[in-house]
């Protein structure tokens, strides 16, 4: 769309908004940072939707899930009251706004706008309200009414409705207390102990992580023990294994620990493959038989590269859409590179005149508009400090039909 077009629009737009503003209300909506919040369109039941845009700026209201910040984690389901909800996975701190939408349904052709939700994001975090009561707390008030699960020194612990855990006075002030919400166990609060600082405590530097299949990954934690204790070695382990990974056949050659720091491990992990993909759990072995493990621990996921063209086979003079793809982006923050037939086009509006980078998604997506009968070969795409780790051909086919080609 050019700039005149677009401006256009905008007008149009906001003047049918005006006329509707006034009856609309904003629900709220609370959530995990790192979790996933489904909303519903509250559309009357007696139309029905044929089309829905959601949306979250009224001076840009199109379609989110052509927004590079949402890339991956947008979806839709269904356009039916019922089940007409947008759901945004992955949640962080740049996702909180309001989000509308707008929709057509088979009786006016018109898009009508529906009022929106406004989006508050929070981390979970233990504090101590009375002597012996502790309570998991947030920012905003969790929407859907979630049971809190607590962890007593990486021990899961009963469920419950309230936020609030009693621990028993008496009991043994080495612990340490963690919460989460059910369902996202792996969003855990960062552990406390109930007095003082040296308890039995495993805090990992991130809870969650992506990586690109071939590549290497450091995962850390920090920890705690009473000093009565003396630390005597520590190991990380899978469930699926409960000993040192290190003696794993599958990652021998493959992992390296750091203790470089006091009360600090790294384990640094090369050549990752999908199998190394797991909950990986720090454990800590002291004097006195003591040992701790820091449950719940941390998700490591790996991931593969892929390239969507659409369509791979065009006439002359048509569109191709090419989008790269992880399946997950925690902590990855892409930019990605292309290469044509093994050669990296660096500078592509200058040395290919047809092939312009889309304004809106241009960091995942290359647009080929129009095709030219040159553009036809293999592509690929690779992370920006990645290069190595290429993705799968795709090629393009470019039909001639004309007579010069
Ligand atoms: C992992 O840690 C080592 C040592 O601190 C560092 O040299 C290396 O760059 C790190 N690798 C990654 C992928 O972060
Ligand atoms: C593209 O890939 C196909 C199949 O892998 C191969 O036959 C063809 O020669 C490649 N084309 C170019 C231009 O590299």
């Not at 090369?270 to 072995?285: M, N, Q, V």
Request: proline share 4%.
């Amino acid at each position: 769309m050019d700039l005149r077009t677009a401006g256009s629009v905008l007008v149009v737009f906001l003047w049918s908004v005006a006329g509707v503003l006034g009856q609309n209300t904003v629900k709220s909506v609370c959530a995990l940072k790192g979790s996933s919040v489904d909303m519903r369109c509250p559309v009357p039941s007696v139309t029905q939707v044929t089309e829905i845009v959601w949306f979250n700026t009224w001076l840009n209201p199109y379609d989110l899930r052509w927004d590079p910040k949402y890339d991956g984690r947008v979806e839709y389901s269904g356009t039916t009251e019922k089940d007409c909800i947008l759901r945004i996975t992955d949640l962080r701190q740049s996702d909180i706004t309001t989000y509308h939408f707008r929709y057509k349904t088979n009786q006016y052709s018109e898009w009508k706008y529906s009022y929106g939700f406004t989006l508050s994001l929070t981390d979970l975090k233990v504090e101590r309200i009375y002597d012996n009561t502790l309570t998991c707390s947030t920012t905003c008030t969790l929407t859907g009414n979630p049971t809190y699960i607590w962890y007593k020194n990486g021990q899961r612990l009963d469920e419950s409705t309230s936020p609030q855990y009693k621990y028993s006075v008496s009991s043994n002030y080495d612990n340490s207390y963690s919460c989460a919400v059910k369902g996202h166990e792996d969003l855990h609060s960062p552990a406390v102990c109930v007095q003082g600082h040296n308890c039995w405590r495993v805090t990992y530097t991130k809870r969650r992580i992506c990586v690109l299949k071939g590549s290497t990954v450091n995962i850390s934690c920090s920890y705690t023990h009473p000093t009565s204790y003396i630390e005597q070695g520590s190991f990380w382990f899978t469930q699926k294994h409960p000993v040192d990974v290190r003696s794993y056949p599958e990652y021998t050659g493959r992992v390296e620990y750091n203790r470089n720091t006091e009360n600090h491990h790294t384990m640094t992990i090369t050549h990752l493959t999908e199998k190394d993909s797991a909950e990986y759990i720090f454990r800590l072995i002291t004097t006195k038989e003591g040992r701790f493990s820091g449950l719940p621990g941390l998700m490591l996921t790996v991931t593969d590269i892929l390239l969507e063209m659409d369509p791979t086979s065009v006439s002359e003079g048509e569109r191709v859409t090419l989008r790269c793809r992880t399946q997950c982006t925690v902590g990855l923050n892409p930019t990605y590179i292309w290469y044509k037939n093994r050669q990296s086009l660096t500078n592509p509006v200058t040395s290919y005149n047809s092939l312009i980078l889309d304004p809106v998604t241009s960091y995942n997506s290359l647009i080929l508009d129009p095709v030219s009968s040159e553009d036809a070969g293999n592509y690929s795409c690779a992370v920006e400090g990645l290069e190595r780790i290429l993705s799968p051909e795709e090629t393009l086919t470019v039909r001639c039909e004309y007579m010069e080609c």
